[in-house]
């Protein structure tokens, strides 16, 4: 009988495709569901990782711009008000501000440090938003695949032990396929989960370093404007 039932089992495709044309409606809508989930999630982390090794090459190259020695007015004309790079954005909303904050005459509205501080740190608001957008669908993923997982595996296993139940027969063969369908379920869950997850936490890190040192620059560009206010 166990061999039998060996040669039996042998006979059954566990392949993935085959797992998964085997099981029931709603574990195949599970598994579409984590297969699509993980492709999403790997999606903005490419994206994402291209996006924060640009920010800093563009960081990187204006900051030797920037402390070149080259005069504020002229590196503002070069870049102009709408420029394509970050760091180059933030500069941008200071030098707008301080232009706006001269009178027709030559003098300063009063208030202007703080007031280029504010445009500044708004710049750096959008770029950090920007920055972090799509995080927060790792994190989703991250913490709701391994659970949408064992929902079909659940679903799964039920479904095997009423065809037990109907078969009247517990041998290897019959309870086999059924319970690999159902954990294909939980390790598709895992596999999209753990990237996620990882990749959050990595980029989330990123992103945090890159905000903070836009913030060191606002800070350094702040303190050369007010010497000049100061003057």
Do not use: C
């Amino acid at each position: 009988m166990e061999a039998e039932t060996l040669a039996l089992a042998q006979e059954i495709d566990f392949s993935l495709w085959a797992l998964f044309a085997r099981a029931t409606i709603v574990v195949k809508l599970v598994i579409i569901l984590l297969v699509l989930a993980s492709f999403w999630a790997w999606s903005i982390i490419i994206q994402k990782l291209i996006s924060y090794r640009r920010a800093r090459s563009e960081a990187d190259s204006f900051d030797r711009r920037f402390w070149s020695g080259e005069p504020l007015d002229g590196l503002f004309e070069e870049t102009g008000p709408d420029p394509d790079g970050r760091s180059e954005r933030i500069f941008a909303a200071g030098m707008t501000e301080w232009r706006r904050s001269h009178r027709a005459d030559g003098a300063l509205i009063p208030g202007a440090a703080q007031r280029i501080d504010r445009s500044m740190d708004v710049a750096i608001a959008k770029e950090s938003e920007d920055l972090q957008s799509g995080l927060s669908v790792l994190a989703t993923v991250g913490s709701t695949a391994p659970f949408v997982g064992l929902f079909g595996t659940v679903w799964g296993i039920m479904h095997s032990f009423i065809g037990i139940a109907e078969q009247q027969n517990t041998n290897l063969a019959v309870v086999a396929p059924g319970i690999a369908e159902a954990l294909l379920a939980t390790g598709l869950g895992l596999l999209a989960a753990i990237p996620a997850v990882i990749f959050y936490n990595k980029l989330s890190a990123d992103s945090d370093r890159i905000v903070a040192g836009y913030e060191a620059f606002a800070d350094e560009f702040g303190t050369l404007l007010s010497r000049q206010l100061d003057s």
